[in-house]
């Protein structure tokens, strides 16, 4: 446990220094506030502000930032990862487990702060067409989607040796699932399609079990990507 | 029970490099043991199997009599360990990075503060204490390492080439501070093929080619089986005479040299004491008039034991292939008449670690 925290401490030190968080969350906020500042003036509807933001803003830049951290997770350490800490007493599994509590946990907080006080601020200055648990429900379905990246950027990183075909993995992957998933008959799974629905579930207007598919889906897979990142991780030679 | 054993350990890398073949190696509570061999030759793969970073294809390995995997800590914890050429995370300093490895190890802060700032202190690197570790010459980057394996007071001290990469007097800090931590009821496996520091420092070494470990046994044997034949003399004055006598040394012929410039480095395959082939060297300077510059029976003696040893080994993989080969010929298969071979270190004394 002693070995967990200290590598949680350790990687989370990693993250706020990294220059992909430090131009990632200004990225995030300058656009809100200028988008809850257009909203009070132009009076717009706060279901389609926010469906804005996500779209143009919040998921693009984050699908970057999330894929690069993730990714970036062990294939960027792989120079100092045996030297310099798995040769301690530290566990395999300790090790990942600690990667995957701080990069998913640190996107997900990123995430938290800065969507809570803009849904907070469009719904309060904008034409509030929004029911609570319309934005609660399309909150947690961005955040299942950015988790689930989180996710498969570690995968990846177990998987890769070097950070940059890991990084370009993730992004091809996200790019191309959107064709491969309505190819399947599975488009409700796309990004683009739970984008796109964004304003009518934050209104409420979006059916609750297509909301839970949504959420179910993407957190099955997540635990998915991270049991296969633990347990390819701790079959890898390093 | 032994501190570190293997058994028949084999490591294949994705079915193409034999890195490890049926490695069986022993080293007692106590020993400074050097692990010496060329490079490739699977020094660095035997440490990472050790500590549990790389997985055996085939075969065992125990640390401290219980079998090592990814996930004994446990005995991690006993062990401190120094790679080659060692990397660390780069924004940290090293009282950063050595509170870090405390903090891994189960140390409270300040007892992981007043150990760091010893070893620091030891490796001489109090100065740069507050320095990022970026910008660290490889020389400050092995002593870094060495105080990161040495934080925890470990029981087993794993060094992978611990003097290199550094200068004449930073190699001698750290063969002074082996031997003083060798004093201490401690068990060091020290890798290198830098024979003199095995030398220095070793009670015990094993030689280890090809992924095998070739020879095993103490120090002072080492230099007895160097010394048991090898005599360089340097002469001047009618040096070709002197040469075409060499042969005459020994009366069944059983004498190689190699000529160096006016130096001769003599070696008999006999086993005669080394006063008396001396002797015949000496009466072999007067006979051809030459005047002798030097002579002596230790130069090299480890490096010659060591290229002894491997010459070994080529020749008995060389007679255990030809002796394969006539068999498989004659459709016998009779590998009995030519098992000795097979023996790791046949026709040489035996020893714990073999």
């Not at chain 2, 193409?16 to 049926?22: D, F, T, V």
């Not at chain 2, 395959?269 to 005669?272: A, S």
């Given at each position: 446990m002693q070995a967990f925290l200290a590598i949680l401490q350790y990687d989370l030190g990693q993250l706020t220094r990294s220059w992909v968080s430090r131009v990632w969350v200004p990225l995030l906020i300058v656009p809100a506030l200028f988008l809850v500042v257009v909203a009070r003036d132009e009076t717009e509807l706060a279901s389609e502000t926010m469906a804005v933001y996500i779209a143009a803003v919040l998921a693009p830049i984050s699908a970057l930032a999330v894929s690069i951290l993730a990714s970036g997770a062990i294939s960027g350490e792989s120079n100092i990862i045996s030297d310099s800490i798995l040769s301690r007493s530290v566990t395999r599994t300790e090790y990942v487990f600690a990667k995957i509590i701080s990069r998913v946990g640190f996107t997900l907080v990123v995430y938290a702060l800065v969507v809570t006080p803009f849904s907070y601020l469009v719904i309060r200055y904008a034409i509030?067409?929004?029911s609570v648990g319309g934005v609660v429900a399309g909150l947690l379905m961005i955040a299942a989607l950015l988790a689930f990246l989180a996710a498969f950027g570690i995968a990846m990183s177990v998987a890769m040796s070097s950070v940059l075909p890991a990084v370009l993995v993730v992004l091809l992957a996200v790019t191309l699932s959107g064709a491969v998933l309505q190819f399947l008959g599975l488009?409700?799974?796309s990004t683009t399609a739970v984008i796109d629905g964004l304003p009518e579930t934050f209104r409420g207007d979006t059916p609750v079990w297509e909301q839970v598919r949504v959420v179910l889906v993407f957190s099955l897979l997540t635990v998915a990507a991270l049991v296969s990142s633990v347990w390819l991780f701790r079959r890898k030679d390093l | 029970m032994y501190v570190v054993q293997t058994n028949d350990l084999t490591k294949i890398y994705e079915n193409?490099?034999?890195?490890?073949?049926?490695l069986n190696l022993r080293v007692d509570k106590g020993m400074v043991f050097g692990l010496v061999g060329p490079n490739g030759a699977g020094k660095s793969t035997t440490f990472r199997i050790l500590l549990g970073l790389q997985r055996p294809t085939a075969g065992s390995v125990s640390v401290f009599g219980e079998a090592m995997s990814p996930e004994r800590a446990d005995i991690r914890r006993r062990v401190g360990y120094l790679p080659t050429n060692p990397s660390f995370p780069k924004h940290m300093t090293p009282i950063t990075y050595l509170e870090f490895v405390g903090s891994i190890l189960g140390m409270d802060s300040a007892r992981a503060k007043v150990q760091l700032a010893r070893l620091l202190q030891a490796v001489d690197l109090a100065t740069a204490a507050a320095q990022r570790i970026r910008g660290f010459s490889t020389g400050m980057m092995t002593r870094l390492g060495i105080a990161a394996a040495l934080m925890g007071d470990p029981e087993l001290l794993i060094l992978d080439e611990p003097t290199s990469g550094l200068d004449p007097a930073g190699r001698k800090q750290t063969i002074e501070l082996i031997r003083e931590l060798s004093g201490r009821d401690r068990t060091i496996i020290i890798a290198t093929h830098i024979l003199s520091d095995v030398e220095r420092v070793c009670s015990d070494v094993g030689i280890i080619a090809q992924g095998r470990l070739i020879y095993a046994g103490p120090m002072a044997e080492m230099r007895r089986l160097a010394r048991q034949g090898s005599i360089s003399i340097e002469i001047e004055g009618n040096t070709s005479a002197f040469e075409q006598q060499i042969h005459t040394l020994d009366e069944i012929g059983s004498v190689r040299y190699e000529r160096i410039g006016s130096e001769f480095r003599i070696t008999f395959?006999?086993?005669?004491p080394l006063s008396e082939y001396v002797q015949r060297v000496i009466s072999l300077v007067d006979r051809t008039g030459v005047d002798m510059l030097y002579i002596t029976t230790g130069a090299d003696e480890i490096e010659e034991a060591f290229l002894r040893r491997l010459e070994d080994d080529r020749t008995r993989g060389f007679l255990r292939a030809a002796a394969w080969a006539a068999a498989h010929d004659s459709g016998g298969g009779e590998l009995s008449d030519f098992s000795e071979l097979e023996q790791p270190d046949a026709g040489l004394p035996r020893h714990p670690a073999i």
């Open positions: 509030a067409d929004t488009s409700w799974m | 193409s490099y034999i890195a490890l073949n049926a395959l006999g086993t005669e």
